[in-house]
């Protein structure tokens, strides 16, 4: 009979330790779904600063281009300040460029308005042209 109770001992054993483990189980599994939920907020809080980061850049860009209305919007893109700050100077060594390429081209200056008006050459004329020319006037 010592072997039975002993068995009997070691079944009431194992079943407390059974019943300890499930109870860490189940503490574990909270602790789990209260981090799941924790981690879910995280997320949505993420996502809140993400959009309104992307929102003050794009604020950012757009008071940029209100103070330099030279500056061409599409050269100016960015998803960060710093991206949108290197666009900007990059777009204002094109525009600096372009105005220099101007400036330097404005020394061929072509005079405003059409010729003076002269008479038409009646050197050039066959002679049925001159005389055509002669009876219109």
Same mark, same amino acid.
């Given at each position: 009979? +010592? +072997?039975?109770?002993?068995?009997? !001992?070691e079944v009431a054993a194992l079943r407390a330790q059974a019943e300890r483990m499930a109870e860490r189980l189940a503490d574990r $599994?909270?602790?789990? %779904?209260?981090? !799941? /939920? @924790?981690?879910?907020?995280?997320?949505?809080?993420? *996502?809140? %600063? *993400?959009?309104?980061?992307? $929102? @003050?850049?794009?604020?950012?860009? %757009? %008071?940029?281009?209100?103070?330099? =209305? /030279?500056? =061409?919007? +599409?050269?100016?893109?960015?998803e960060t300040v710093e991206e949108v700050e290197a666009a900007v100077q990059r777009a204002r060594e094109i525009v600096d460029h372009v105005r220099e390429r101007l400036a330097a081209d404005t020394g061929h200056a072509v005079p405003a308005g059409s010729p003076p008006r002269r008479p038409p050459d009646l050197d050039a004329l066959s002679p049925a042209e001159l005389i055509r020319l002669g009876l219109s006037r």
């Open positions: 009979m +010592d +072997d039975l109770e002993t068995l009997r !001992e $599994e909270a602790r789990a %779904a209260e981090l !799941e /939920e @924790a981690l879910a907020g995280l997320r949505e809080e993420l *996502h809140r %600063a *993400h959009s309104g980061r992307r $929102e @003050a850049v794009q604020r950012y860009r %757009a %008071a940029l281009l209100a103070q330099s =209305p /030279e500056l =061409p919007t +599409d050269l100016v893109t960015g």
